[in-house]
């Protein structure tokens, strides 16, 4: 696994668990946050072992739909599941009063953790651990 792969996978995992603390303090809309970043993060490791490399969010996960998940490398629904919480994340983030609850907080952190783990796996398996 490439030096840069590996850091993308321990700030994954270090925003998960920001989210967990997060959520316990009763700030759903910033573990939401912290969710989403974890599964950025984790997205674009994929992408930097594939040789792939994408600066904005929205170029992450279209590449990841391109090269990952179109061509069968991982499940679609992981590409589904980024772009739905990069809505739900920039909708929560720029409104003064989030309406995010933290059963709402609780199940994108379980995506999320779903998520880290399965591009975990695919690094193993695709670029050595």
């Not at 590409?79 to 983030?93: D, M, V």
């Not at 720029?94 to 309406?99: F, H, M, N, S």
């Not at 975990?120 to 670029?127: D, N, S, V």
Request: net charge neutral; charged share 30%.
């Amino acid at each position: 696994m490439k030096p840069e792969v590996a850091d993308h996978l321990a700030r994954a995992e270090e925003l998960l668990r920001a989210g967990e603390r997060l959520l316990e303090w009763k700030f759903p809309a910033d573990s939401l946050s912290r969710s989403y970043y974890a599964m950025f993060h984790a997205a674009k490791g994929v992408l930097v072992e594939l040789d792939i490399e994408r600066g904005s969010h929205k170029g992450v996960w279209s590449a990841f739909g391109q090269f990952v998940t179109a061509p069968g490398l991982m499940d679609v629904r992981y590409h589904h599941e980024g772009i739905r919480l990069f809505s739900a994340r920039s909708r929560s983030e720029y409104r003064a009063k989030p309406t995010d609850t933290c059963q709402d907080a609780q199940k994108e952190l379980k995506v999320a953790c779903d998520f880290v783990a399965a591009c975990r796996r695919f690094l193993e398996t695709h670029g050595g651990a």
